[in-house]
């Protein structure tokens, strides 16, 4: 079963993406900073991180940095789920290691589908 790590300082957010993830079928753990998300990534590897951009302690591309920084992460899809939707924002996000960008509010569909394309691409690669 693939497992997902949410990460977002809301937790209506986190827990609505969690139902909508655990419904398709995933395995979601969740944290509410980057802090978090990074201490539990550090005890689990997960085969895709999902991660809002602003939150406290630690934000979404300080997250990003720190994950690829591990080499059990290096290749691991990591998708930004944000209202941010700035180019310059995007491009840092680009240059952290985000493997995508998603816009909140979003169609619960959508993720579905852009999930499963970024987690086929990745095991392609690794295979």
Do not use: C
Request: hydrophobic share 40%.
């Amino acid at each position: 079963m693939t497992t997902i790590l949410t990460v977002d300082d809301s937790r209506s957010f986190r827990e609505m993406l969690s139902y909508i993830l655990r419904t398709a079928g995933y395995s979601v753990f969740e944290a509410e900073d980057g802090v978090e998300g990074l201490e539990i990534a550090q005890k689990q590897v997960f085969d895709v991180v999902l991660t809002d951009q602003h939150m406290p302690r630690m934000n979404g591309l300080m997250l990003i940095e720190n994950l690829r920084s591990l080499s059990e992460y290096e290749t691991t899809p990591i998708l930004m789920l944000t209202t941010e939707s700035d180019n310059g924002v995007k491009a840092q996000g680009r240059e952290a290691g985000a493997t995508g960008w998603l816009n909140k509010p979003f169609d619960p569909e959508r993720l579905l589908v852009v999930l499963e394309g970024v987690i086929s691409r990745h095991s392609a690669k690794i295979h």
